[in-house]
């Protein structure tokens, strides 16, 4: 079984950081993809940035330039790093993992999801 855990979330001022981290465990093997998403309060959930094992990473027009994401294999770890957050920024961040596993099955995870709330 494969489990998929963010932390980071809270709440921060606008102009203010966050990172959130997403950890993958269990019986994965190969990861191919981890990316985060994330959905806002009565809005349908939209990509934030990903980033493949091999390739480029890729991000949300609206947070180019203020969001960062990067891996650490090692670790089977995912960032984000949140900078200049706006308001609009608020919702709950879900890490997202594609892999495989031991026994060679195809996996897409979920994360139960971590909050964001930019406010003043």
């Known amino acids: 079984q494969v489990q998929v855990v963010e932390s980071g979330g809270g709440l921060v001022q606008p102009g203010g950081s966050l990172r959130l981290s997403c950890v993958v465990s269990?019986?994965?093997?190969?990861?191919?993809?981890m990316g985060w998403y994330r959905q806002a309060p009565g809005k349908q959930r939209e990509l934030v940035a990903t980033?493949?094992?091999?390739?480029?990473?890729n991000y949300a027009g609206s947070v180019k330039g203020r969001f960062t994401i990067s891996r650490d294999n090692a670790k089977n770890t995912v960032y984000l790093q949140m900078n200049s957050l706006k308001p609009e920024d608020t919702a709950v961040y879900y890490c997202n993992v594609d892999g495989s596993t031991f026994d060679y099955r195809a996996i897409n995870i979920w994360g139960k999801g971590t909050l964001v709330t930019v406010s003043s």
């Open positions: 980033m493949p094992s091999v390739g480029d990473t």
């Open positions: 269990g019986s994965i093997k190969r990861i191919y993809q």
